[in-house]
């Protein structure tokens, strides 16, 4: 018997597996209970290009307080902010890495924000 984040990473080994065929920067998501992280990782993912998630001091106080970043709202905003990140670091073009999660809810919130703020996946 397999465990929920055995199955998980299963998937996102997958998709990771296709992702290394494109070589391009990889936008990556974790979620947890509390927060959602997003990383923008290089072709060969060697080198972190940008990163941004709830759990940092600014995004904490404008969410209003600890605990507040496992809403769609958060996941918004970290999608706003990833992108703006990657496109200063000069990336435009990213193949999205949703790391197994379903796509869905606070993943596919954060997934068209990036997309809005200008990010092509």
């Known amino acids: 018997m397999t465990t929920k984040k055995e199955q ?3 998937r996102a080994r997958q998709t990771r597996i296709r992702i290394a ?5 990889r936008l990556t998501v974790n979620r947890s209970n509390l927060h ?3 990383t923008v990782l290089s072709g060969d993912g060697a080198r972190v290009l940008a990163s941004a998630s709830t759990a940092e001091a600014d995004v904490r106080k404008a969410l209003g307080g600890a605990g507040k970043g496992a809403t769609v709202g958060a996941a918004t ?3 706003k902010r990833i992108a703006e990140r990657a496109k200063a670091a000069g990336v ?11 796509y869905h ?3 596919k919130a954060l ?5 809005e703020a200008g990010l092509q996946f």
């Not at 065929?21 to 920067?25: A, E, K, L, N, R």
């Open 21 to 25: 065929t494109q070589g391009v920067p």
């Open 105 to 107: 809810g606070r993943v």
């Open 77 to 79: 905003d970290v999608g």
């Open 8 to 10: 998980r990473l299963r």
């Open 36 to 38: 959602i992280y997003a």
């Open 111 to 115: 997934a068209d924000a990036a997309r």
């Open 92 to 102: 435009e073009k990213v193949a999205f890495d949703r790391a197994g999660f379903a």
